[in-house]
């Protein structure tokens, strides 16, 4: 591994909340241009198409053998075993797997993305000419971006080959175990759907409506929805003071602005 592809791995991007809520894509040096998907462009694919783009991306080496329905196999394997594997090997090496992803990046991806068996990494091209590629170093970062950029919160994905403390390693184990076990928990609430999200943004705010909305970017929508949401808080807040008073006599007039986005 070179000194560039290790510093890739140490030193994930975090987007800023104005780069999250931009419609332009967000350039990852030596990739290519990350875009955030537009409501009509997830409407094109489907929901149910766009949920399993996302799901794929999530994906650990667990949740990729009970995928393919390979989950017991993958339990019998030692520590050691499940060290040497590398989830983009196993996606890219697969042939199916390997077209599925690509058509997953395309979605997000503003340049063009070829799978090369050769180079065992997908090119980015843009006019015939590569630009850019992804393989097993950059992977986890390109997910990271896409799912910062989609509102979607990823988890970290550790290598335990790197791991040389054999403490820190059951450590490493329980978390991942503990991951696991809460990713079977049941599902969000469906109010929080984002057919449903899309619905209540659009009959609440005062500029948006069921055909202008498909126009924002699947983040600027969960951004505009948390926002209506606060808002709804504060001019509830500020009636009851302004009626009835409170105890402290003290109303935060700044409130209708705070930061949101400290939760992404």
Same mark, same amino acid.
């Given at each position: ?16 909340? =104005? $780069? /999250? @809520? #931009? ?12 875009? %955030? ?36 196999? =993958? $339990? /019998? @394997? #030692? ?12 996606? %890219? ?172």
């Amino acid at each position: 591994m070179t000194k560039n592809q290790k510093r890739e791995e140490e030193n994930p991007i975090n987007l800023s909340y =104005f $780069e /999250l @809520l #931009s419609p332009a894509p967000v350039t990852i040096p030596g990739v290519g241009g990350i875009i %955030s998907p537009r409501l009509k462009d997830i409407s094109s694919i489907g929901i149910n198409t766009y949920q399993y783009y996302l799901t794929v991306l999530l994906l650990d080496l667990q949740s990729y053998f009970t995928m393919i329905g390979r989950e017991k196999e =993958f $339990e /019998l @394997l #030692s520590e050691e075993e499940k060290a040497q594997l590398n989830l983009f090997e196993l996606l %890219s090496l697969n042939p199916d797997c390997a077209a599925l992803l690509q058509t997953i990046l395309q979605f997000f991806i503003q340049e063009e993305v070829v799978y090369s068996r050769e180079h065992r990494a997908f090119l980015i091209q843009k006019e015939g000419k590569v630009t850019g590629s992804i393989s097993r170093e950059n992977y986890p970062q390109v997910c990271s971006v896409i799912c910062q950029r989609s509102c979607v919160k990823s988890s970290p994905r550790e290598d335990l080959s790197k791991v040389k403390s054999k403490k820190a390693l059951e450590i490493m184990k329980k978390l991942r175990k503990g991951r696991a076990a809460k990713g079977r928990q049941p599902k969000s609430d469906q109010n929080l759907e984002l057919g449903n999200i899309i619905s209540a943004v659009a009959n609440r705010s005062h500029s948006l409506n069921i055909l202008n909305i498909w126009d924002l970017t699947v983040f600027q929508i969960w951004d505009c929805f948390s926002r209506l949401s606060a808002n709804s808080i504060y001019e509830i807040q500020s009636m009851s003071v302004a009626a009835w008073g409170n105890k402290d006599n003290y109303f935060d007039a700044s409130a209708w602005f705070k930061r949101i986005d400290t939760g992404n």
